[in-house]
């Protein structure tokens, strides 16, 4: 009897030991995917400060680094993307959604955030006035491009998002983002994995109308939601990842959600 006990102790041992590590699904993005600290301090959440909700957390880790005011260039030369890269494992995915602070200035003394519009290779060099140093900025596909081509060296999945739509309205309808635009080409040129959010979610923001959604999802400015808003968003985030064909993170899923 002690002998069974004593088998059965090493294989539950061994299995403990040679059993594979929990994939992580990182978020990187701005205040529409983690508003301050993520926890709807000021009354403003971002969508990926819910997206757990839609996973068993059993079987994947996440990890939400999203951060408010950033680019798809700033991100990277504050160093947030290399501290992921560190990290970053075969198996793991990589969510990324960038744009709303992309169209701001490329150099100034306040923000210094602004990325060259489209998708092309050209750029422009500069002696940042805000951080006092050389740099060469890229355009804002360049950017993601680099995300993308890097998550995958690592063998691991990047699932590109176009930016969730603000409470802008033009004729009745909500004017749809170039970003998105530029995000899509980003992923197609690639082989990434897209969900148009943009999209998506403008057409549900589409059955309502301006004054609506902000009393019932944007109470304080047209870009930043409530927990409400928040909720819509990170469960049409998944209804999008749904729908991408062969993507390994659906097996992840709540299936009930």
Not at 36 to 63: A, M, N, P, V, Y
Not at 89 to 111: C, E, L, P, S, Y
């Amino acid at each position: 009897m002690k002998k069974t006990f004593l088998f059965l102790s090493i294989i539950v041992f061994s299995l403990a030991f040679t059993q594979k590590p929990k994939p992580t699904l990182y978020i990187i993005g701005d205040s529409t995917v983690k508003n301050g600290s993520g926890k709807g301090s000021d009354g403003q959440w971002g969508w990926g400060s819910l997206i757990h909700e839609h996973f068993d957390t059993t079987r994947i880790h996440i990890e939400n680094h999203a951060i408010g005011g950033r680019s798809s260039r700033t991100f990277l030369t504050e160093g947030r993307w290399e501290r992921i890269l560190k990290n970053l494992k075969k198996g793991d995915f990589v969510m990324m959604q960038f744009g709303h602070n992309d169209g701001g200035a490329i150099n100034d003394t306040t923000r210094a955030r602004g990325t060259i519009k489209g998708t092309g290779e050209e750029t422009q060099e500069i002696d940042n006035l805000l951080t006092k140093k050389h740099e060469i900025v890229h355009s804002y596909g360049w950017y993601m491009r680099k995300y993308i081509a890097e998550t995958k060296e690592k063998g691991a999945t990047p699932i590109v998002f176009s930016p969730v739509p603000r409470n802008v309205w033009k004729e009745g309808k909500i004017p749809r983002d170039q970003y998105g635009k530029w995000a899509a080409e980003s992923a197609q040129t690639t082989g990434a994995f897209f969900v148009d959010l943009n999209e998506l979610v403008s057409v549900k923001y589409e059955l309502s109308n301006e004054a609506k959604l902000k009393a019932d999802f944007f109470p304080i400015d047209h870009t930043h939601t409530n927990y409400a808003g928040a909720k819509l968003n990170a469960a049409t985030v998944v209804e999008g990842v749904k729908t991408l064909k062969k993507c390994k993170i659906k097996k992840y899923l709540v299936q009930n959600k």
